[in-house]
């Protein structure tokens, strides 16, 4: 459950006091967020439908709290989160509330889609222990063996400091993706093969004749 930060120092792992060209990177890092299918991002147990979506968005704007989501009848949160990919999760950021309402735990599993409150019993693929973070500046390091092919991330957040509600503010992750392999694609190509063989009339001919 260790989380780190190679800019952190002692037990910490919050950034420095960041500098436009650390902010640019850290930009840069954090950009899978450009590789979420957003359209089919389920936030359960959201106050407002659609709002887990908009966390989801580039690190520059992680302090904008206009866009959030707040938990409904009790204090979790799921999320269940598909890619255009797959991707290589090395790290995520959450920034919450300066208060009770910031999550305190996160669970992650991989490739478990349309996840719902019923499986969370399961043991997770990786948790965390959650330090309030209203800034964005403290990095949870993922195990990269485990969350090397993900084409599906669920994030469970169980509980929070104390409130009744949950907020989440921004959700970052940071790693490296690939393109989805389009299978059909290539049994069409090898299905094209034989067919050239069977019209070897003129086209071979006057291919061969100079060689000849």
Do not use: W
Request: glycine share 8%.
């Amino acid at each position: 459950m260790s989380h780190n930060h190679p800019h952190g120092h002692g037990g910490a792992c919050a950034h420095e006091a960041l500098g436009i060209e650390d902010e640019l990177e850290m930009g840069i890092q954090y950009s899978l967020y450009e590789k979420i299918d957003t359209i089919n991002v389920e936030c359960l147990n959201e106050e407002v439908e659609g709002s887990g979506k908009t966390v989801f968005k580039p690190y520059s704007q992680r302090l904008d709290f206009d866009k959030h989501v707040t938990s409904d009848a009790d204090e979790e949160l799921l999320f269940n989160i598909p890619f255009t990919g797959n991707i290589k999760l090395k790290g995520i950021i959450v920034v919450g509330t300066n208060d009770d309402g910031h999550p305190k735990k996160m669970r992650l599993f991989k490739n478990r889609p349309k996840m719902t409150f019923d499986d969370v019993g399961a043991p997770a693929d990786q948790e965390f222990e959650l330090e309030r973070d209203p800034n964005g500046v403290i990095e949870y390091s993922t195990k990269v063996v485990t969350f090397s092919s993900v084409h599906h991330l669920s994030i469970h957040f169980p509980t929070n400091y104390g409130d009744s509600n949950t907020t989440v503010y921004y959700i970052g992750l940071k790693g490296e993706f690939t393109e989805a392999h389009h299978h059909g694609v290539t049994i069409c190509t090898y299905e094209s093969a034989p067919n050239a063989a069977d019209h070897k009339g003129d086209l071979f001919d006057s291919v061969n004749r100079p060689i000849s």
